[in-house]
């Protein structure tokens, strides 16, 4: 843990003096206030930002809070209001860590709507500071369930329970939901409907700055969720005040909620560049693409379409008008698919075709890549030759998370990459982004959630529980454990990565092994890690 905060303090340094003014080369500068200080809400999209050659500047880690801690949303007001806001293209705002602090921050009463409502004032305030800048929101609808902590560990799943069941009309429902009323603490149940309650007010105030010009475009997302719920009438009544105020095209209600700064940053790269690629999905399951994945309330195939509009792209059917293939992988347990799906991705990518790749946990048990598809894509030596991957925790951030690395990347080789031979080093940058990236997706996504993670809370002795909260002494004793286990799977993965296919898309580019690997657990949990290593790409002229 005491590297971890050492780690904290060197970025907010890093970050603000390599932010402090633009710097050459930059296609453009986003301003970006995080859903919280987590990986997947930050480091993914500064990181991907690089990608589409943007600087992506976000106030210091010290404001952004930390778990069931919140950020100090008045000194990132303040902090707003220090920006030299013409030196911006965009802006993206996760307006929970506004109103509340942050995500865990929203899911608990401890600000008032009226107070929530005042600190969002600073929207219009930019708004009237720079009428043209482009503003990108991200408002979250409440999940089911509350966030686990040491408060609510006695009452929180049949809370979550209640939420879904309440609802239902039929005499067991009924009964079901006297019982469980009685079970959760009077207090529990309460705060738990006065912060609904205030949200809901909230994502509405969201959809009247659309209304008024203020912010560009919304997304209403919602966090973890199931078919049936109290969520259900809060997501229907935003979906009919967005189309009674005829603002579709400017306000989105979709599933998601950690990986939604990466759509709006895909979607911020793309209007500033004047582009638009067109996708295709292609399902390893016709099915399992008509299935609600676990913690999402729609069909997959809804999820991928939602998301790929979020990104400012545009969804064709036919693969002659497609600029990129959207492969998605939900058959863990239809034997051989993962090979056969491997086989058709190389098959694209034999043909030149761009090819993003999402493996989905249509289960939701692993919530991490799959085995025998992530051996197939290494043995076909596919992950270099990938646009975007990802497979972490939902389908949606799965999605949300490997859709806009692909668009952006996109972007870059339709555009930026062309460009670079006139600005010396942008095409390093954007070669260096990318591969840091796709290493990153599957040292992550497969390495530590589907092969450490469960090693490392049998070590702690919370076999099956990520999301239990360890002392610092013990966060410290499994940070040591998963750097050594993560060090091997790192040595094997540059191994593999390295090897250059024929005709690869990357025949040009030459890498520096990656060095240096860093691990830590940002909230004493194993549900996330703070994973970083540091590599550099170039990309050669002969």
Request: glycine share 4%.
């Amino acid at each position: 843990m005491t590297r971890f905060l050492t780690l904290l303090v060197l970025l907010a340094g890093l970050r603000l003096s390599a932010f402090a003014s633009k710097e050459p080369g930059f296609s453009a500068r986003i301003l970006f206030i995080p859903l919280d200080d987590r990986p997947p809400c930050l480091q993914f999209t500064e990181r991907m930002g690089l990608i589409g050659n943007a600087q992506v500047v976000a106030p210091p880690m010290e404001l952004l809070g930390r778990f069931t801690t919140p950020g100090q949303s008045d000194k990132i007001i303040a902090w707003l209001q220090q920006q030299e806001l013409n030196s911006f293209d965009a802006a993206i705002i996760a307006l929970d860590m506004l109103a509340y602090g942050g995500l865990v921050g929203s899911r608990v009463h401890d600000v008032s709507y009226e107070q929530a409502r005042k600190r969002l004032d600073i929207i219009s305030t930019l708004r009237k500071r720079a009428p043209s800048l482009k503003i990108y929101g991200q408002s979250v609808v409440m999940r089911l369930a509350p966030t686990a902590d040491q408060h609510n560990e006695a009452y929180r799943e049949k809370l979550a329970h209640w939420a879904e069941v309440s609802v239902g009309a039929d005499p067991e429902s009924k009964a079901e939901t006297a019982k469980l009323e009685r079970e959760i603490p009077t207090e529990g149940l309460a705060d738990y409907k006065q912060a609904r309650s205030r949200n809901l007010r909230i994502n509405q105030l969201a959809i009247a700055l659309v209304r008024r010009g203020v912010i560009d475009y919304l997304l209403l997302t919602q966090d973890d969720a199931k078919p049936k719920g109290v969520h259900i009438a809060d997501r229907e009544t935003l979906i009919a005040e967005t189309k009674r105020l005829k603002l579709t095209e400017k306000i989105a209600v979709q599933p998601g909620a950690d990986e939604v700064s990466m759509l709006l940053l895909a979607r911020a790269l793309n209007k500033h560049a004047n582009f638009s690629p067109k996708i295709k999905a292609v399902y390893s399951s016709q099915k399992l693409s008509n299935t609600v994945m676990p913690f999402e309330d729609r069909p997959l195939h809804q999820t991928v379409s939602f998301h790929i509009k979020a990104t400012g792209s545009q969804e064709v059917t036919n693969e002659q008008d497609a600029d990129v293939l959207y492969y998605v992988f939900a058959s863990r347990f239809e034997t051989g698919r993962a090979d056969s799906f491997a086989d058709e991705i190389a098959q694209k990518i034999a043909q030149k075709k761009r090819v993003i790749v999402a493996d989905v946990d249509p289960k939701g048990d692993v919530q991490g890549g799959d085995t025998p598809f992530t051996m197939a894509l290494e043995k076909r030596h596919l992950l270099p030759e990938l646009s975007g991957y990802a497979s972490w925790n939902t389908a949606g951030n799965t999605i949300g998370t490997a859709l806009p690395q692909g668009v952006v990347f996109t972007l870059a080789e339709t555009k930026l990459l062309k460009q670079s031979i006139a600005t010396p080093g942008v095409a390093d940058r954007i070669w260096t982004a990318q591969n840091w990236f796709l290493m990153h997706r599957v040292l992550d996504d497969y390495y530590f959630h589907n092969q450490i993670r469960a090693k490392a809370n049998q070590f702690a002795k919370q076999v099956g529980r990520s999301s239990t909260l360890m002392s610092d002494a013990m966060t410290k004793q499994v940070e040591t454990y998963c750097q050594e286990l993560l060090q091997k799977s790192f040595d094997e993965l540059i191994t593999n990565y390295e090897y250059k296919r024929s005709g690869s898309l990357q025949k040009s580019v030459r890498c520096s092994k990656p060095t240096a690997l860093r691990f830590d657990l940002p909230w004493n949990r194993t549900f996330e890690a703070m994973i970083d290593f540091d590599i550099r790409c170039t990309e050669s002229t002969e």
